[in-house]
Nanobody
Framework: QVQLVESGGGLVQAGGSLRLSCAASGRTFSYYAMGWFRQAPGKEREFVGAISWSGGSTYYADSVKGRFTISRDNTKNTVDLQMNSLKFEDTAVYYC????????????????????WGQGTQVTVSS
């Protein structure tokens, strides 16, 4: 079992930055690929970005590429999402997700590929 707790959400003006953090506990964090997703009101949960077990592979949705960066620290059991140049349309609840990785470089982009989820943290970008 893996428990995930997100933090760092809040209210920010368009063009600003926020850094979300996801703290993991339970099983060995290092063996898990991690992902960030978001869900805006009335919309389906969508993929934001993912990082492999090793941290050597990352992948981003086109909508955030060049603005968001995922990193992880396997010694601290944390994965972060640095969000820069925020836009109004980035407003959503952001979720951290974890899944036992099949390979060192594997990452996952679909919600049904992840078995563990955090409770989410609200990010609101004012225009």
């Amino acid at each position: 079992q893996v428990q995930l707790v997100e933090s760092g959400g809040g209210l920010v003006q368009a063009g600003g930055s926020l850094r979300l953090s996801c703290a993991a506990s339970g099983r060995t964090f290092s063996y898990y690929a991690m992902g960030w997703f978001r869900q805006a009101p009335g919309k389906e949960r969508e993929f934001v970005g993912a990082i492999s077990w090793s941290g050597g592979s990352t992948y981003y949705a086109d909508s955030v590429k060049g603005r968001f960066t995922i990193s992880r620290d396997n010694t601290k059991n944390t994965v972060d999402l640095q969000m820069n140049s925020l836009k109004f349309e980035d407003t959503a609840v952001y979720y951290c997700a974890a899944q036992r990785a099949k390979t060192l470089s594997a990452y996952y982009t679909k919600t049904n590929e992840y078995g563990y989820w955090g409770q989410g943290t609200q990010v609101t970008v004012s225009s």
